[in-house]
T-cell receptor, first 119, second 108 residues
Framework: GAVVSQHPSWVICKSGTSVKIECRSL??????MFWYRQFPKQSLMLMAT?????????EQGVEKDKFLINHASLTLSTLTVTSAHPEDSSFYIC???????????????FGPGTRLTVT | RKEVEQDPGPFNVPEGATVAFNCTYS??????FFWYRQDCRKEPKLLMS???SGNEDGRFTAQLNRASQYISLLIRDSKLSDSATYLC?????????FGTGTRLKVLA
């Protein structure tokens, strides 16, 4: 399957600072990338859909001014957590989608995730 | 009601046992269905797609029941390495909706 990388794999930052997480598709061009957040023992929750060259689409309840998403190229999307607080501590996972096939199948390839701890 | 619901478990089963998980979804227009496996502190990995006709991959069998809006995963001859959280995923409008996952522990 396709390879998606994330950087950093883990980060610890102080409350009030900003953290940038990168998501790269290494062997295919991803017009769409997705950002998820997962709290302990909970499901992955979609935060936003990132489209190359246009504004991201945020899910209800996700603050777009706090979670800045940039998808400047077909292989890179970034998520910046601005003014981080301890409640933002979570596992952030990106995924890149392959174009849907004529048969209607659709796959996403997940990055390894970034564990953010805000102290 | 959640869009995708799963029994969180944990299911503790002995090696060699057969175990089944169910997952219900609320949107009858959902188009595609998957089972993912997630190990602790790792990203989810695709286990198998779920087709209307049912599909099997080795010890794993997935079924879809559109009328009752649920999908199932059957694991035969459980191995210790099967211990993980199994996530039910439903797609609508090219968005993945994850269940909370069912935790499986296979005991020696």
């Amino acid at each position: 399957g396709a390879v998606v990388s994330q950087h950093p794999s883990w980060v610890i930052c102080k409350s009030g600072t900003s953290v940038k997480i990168e998501c790269r598709s290494l062997d295919f061009q991803a017009t769409t990338m997705f950002w998820y957040r997962q709290f302990p023992k909970q499901s992955l929750m979609l935060m936003a859909t990132s489209n190359e060259g246009s504004k991201a689409t945020y899910e209800q309840g996700v603050e777009k001014d706090k979670f800045l998403i940039n998808h400047a190229s077909l292989t890179l999307s970034t998520l910046t957590v601005t003014s981080a607080h301890p409640e933002d501590s979570s596992f952030y996972i990106c995924s890149a989608g392959s174009p849907p096939s004529l048969a209607g199948s659709y796959e996403q390839y997940f990055g390894p995730g970034t564990r953010l701890t805000v102290t | 009601r959640k869009e995708v619901e799963q029994d969180p478990g944990p299911f503790n089963v002995p090696e060699g046992a057969t175990v089944a998980f169910n997952c219900t979804y609320s949107n009858s227009a959902s188009q595609s269905f998957f089972w993912y496996r997630q190990d602790c502190r790792k990203e989810p990995k695709l286990l198998m797609s779920v087709y209307s006709s049912g599909n099997e991959d080795g010890r794993f069998t997935a079924q879809l029941n559109r009328a009752s809006q649920y999908i199932s995963l059957l694991i035969r001859d459980s191995k210790l390495s099967d211990s993980a959280t199994y996530l039910c995923v439903v797609i609508g409008s090219y968005k993945y909706i994850f269940g909370t996952g069912t935790r499986l522990k296979v005991l020696a």
